[in-house]
């Protein structure tokens, strides 16, 4: 099939005219109508906060092992592909293609707009929080706190940041660059169910496509900036000491102290988003790269001073071998809460296993999925001229090794602080967000110039990271609303969707705290599970049925 002919087949019509010039209305007012509708019950419902948590419970019973296997299914699709000889020599573009930004830029976008933010928060969050708890703690087969749950908080840990992750984000962005620049289609989700839908697409089909994907974005990104938002209010309250941040007593920021850091990113993310992806986008995921180096080399030296780098090289190339060989098992391990699974002291550790799974793993794999068709579209976008084989490795493996250099190094500073050093359980008590500050604090001496410099660093980090989703975001959304017709950008549309982006985070927030948009987010991203498997297969009728 010719290029020519594969665009004719889908037809996305856009307003001419109006505050919609540039967008398909269909879909780009009714992604509106249901957001605006949702936050409109949020704004009256004084128990919407209640009502979210109770829904997260009952999606992880009735879903988690959907959000589980369907994931692996992702993995298994894009490593396939990348093996398999035919396939993993197509080149996402035309042969004559070449590829438009440097290794060094694309790794940075890829990485930056896909989990800067998260390896801000849960690069010391996760190790240590599995630390203290994790499945081989409840089975008995390891002891919280202690040097026999290393392992086993890394393994774990490593489960949700490693190829599983970049397996959802990879499926999306290779279905996304190989039907527009190969078979001429609009760089839009409906694009990748061409093969399985043909023309039909091109109606309310295909309307609703997009529109699961912009919902799944908005929930997906909106919980991702909400957690940066608050290590953002953190990181200004150890900076300054400001009581308005943070009040005596209190452990978290107060709401004006996140709507405040809220408004600036949305400020920053804006103007960048206008700029587009060739400059702001660009040159804020170079200054993320070159900042994250700084980050880790600075955990690095004071490891080889302190005894703690020893202790995360060691452990990991060991977190790799543990992670490697027990993923099979782990991505398809359901824990059901009426099961009879026996700890190693013969007690029923069924419900404590189901209670861990469903806050950590069926939450991460929404996360990721919801997340999906912001950083596949984004990842497709920057992309043309590269090989399957070289799109997987860039996207996927690359990317799963520097979140394990992150975790060693970040991570195993922390946890070597807590077992050999002065911490005392100040990193292990302190809140989620707080985390990554109170590791810099026990290292340099919590007050000290040194600790304050390198506070302000990871706010500037977080900052351009928490800005380079944001805008990435943005821009993602326009670009399905408007059809795949990227080039097209109208600053009022880039404003509303900054606006709007803004206000889920905001409300959310106010009603019912990262509780709220862990539910918001689980309910976003289920449909669009569905569209990305049928992506998955169509993908590889194109490529290994009817090549």
């Not at 919609?20 to 949702?38: D, H, M, Y």
């Not at 197509?90 to 800067?116: N, Q, T």
């Not at 806050?359 to 950083?375: E, G, R």
């Amino acid at each position: 099939m010719s290029a020519e002919a594969s665009k004719s087949d889908i037809e996305i019509k856009v307003a001419t005219s109006g505050f919609f010039t540039g967008l398909s209305k269909a879909v780009a007012a009714t992604s509106i109508a249901i957001i605006v509708l949702f936050l409109a019950w949020i704004l009256a419902s004084e128990q919407a906060g209640e009502v979210l948590t109770r829904i997260q419970k009952l999606f992880n019973g009735m879903f988690g092992p959907w959000y589980l296997y369907v994931s692996t299914f992702y993995l298994l699709t894009c490593l396939g592909l990348a093996l398999w000889p035919k396939s993993g020599k197509v080149k996402l573009g035309k042969p004559d293609d070449k590829p438009e930004f440097s290794r060094f830029s694309w790794f940075s976008m890829m990485f930056g707009a896909g989990l800067g933010v998260g390896m801000l928060t849960y690069a010391v969050g996760e190790p240590v929080f599995h630390f203290k708890d994790n499945p081989d703690v409840i089975k008995g087969l390891a002891t919280g706190l202690t040097e026999s749950n290393i392992r086993p908080a890394f393994k774990w840990t490593l489960l949700h940041y490693g190829l599983t992750a970049w397996g959802i984000y990879g499926i999306v962005g290779l279905v996304l660059a190989y039907f527009s620049y190969n078979r001429g289609l609009p760089l839009t989700i409906r694009s990748g169910l061409r093969p399985l839908f043909g023309q039909r697409l091109s109606g309310w089909l295909g309307h609703t496509v997009d529109i699961t994907a912009i919902v799944a974005t908005i929930t997906g990104v909106g919980y991702t900036i909400a957690l940066g938002v608050k290590q953002f209010a953190f990181g200004l309250h150890n900076i300054s000491g400001a009581t308005w941040i943070i009040p005596e007593g209190a452990t978290e920021p107060v709401l004006g102290a996140l709507f405040l850091c809220l408004a600036i990113i949305l400020v920053a993310s804006t103007l960048s988003a206008i700029s587009g992806v060739g400059k702001g986008i660009k040159w804020l995921s170079n200054i993320n790269m070159s900042l994250s180096f700084f980050l880790l080399a600075f955990f690095a030296v004071c490891g080889l001073l302190s005894g703690a780098f020893l202790f995360s090289f060691k452990h990991y190339f060991i977190a790799i071998w543990d992670y490697l060989i027990n993923l099979p098992v782990m991505s398809v391990t359901v824990w059901d809460e009426a099961g009879s699974v026996t700890g190693a002291n013969g007690e029923n550790v069924s419900e404590a296993l189901a209670t861990w799974q469903g806050p950590w793993t069926i939450l991460y794999w929404a996360w990721w999925i919801a997340f999906a068709p912001f950083v596949g579209l984004f990842l497709a976008r920057v992309s043309r001229g590269r090989t399957i084989r070289e799109f997987v490795v860039g996207a996927m493996l690359a990317p799963a090794l520097m979140c394990l250099v992150w975790f060693a190094l970040a991570g195993g500073s922390a946890l070597y602080a807590e077992l050999y050093g002065n911490a005392g359980g100040s990193i292990v008590n302190s809140d989620l967000s707080a985390q990554l500050f109170e590791t810099i604090n026990v290292i340099l001496t919590k007050g000290s110039a040194g600790a304050l410099a390198m506070s302000i660093v990871i706010v500037i980090l977080l900052i351009t990271y928490l800005v380079t989703s944001a805008d990435s975001a943005i821009l993602v959304i326009t670009t399905i609303a408007s059809g795949g017709k990227s080039k097209r950008r109208h600053v009022k549309h880039i404003i509303f969707w900054g606006v709007l982006l803004s206000a889920v985070v905001g409300i959310l927030l106010a009603a019912g705290g990262l509780n709220a948009l862990r539910a918001a987010m689980l309910i976003g991203a289920l449909p669009f599970s569905f569209v990305v498997a049928l992506m998955g297969v169509s993908l590889i009728k194109s490529l290994v049925v009817d090549p």
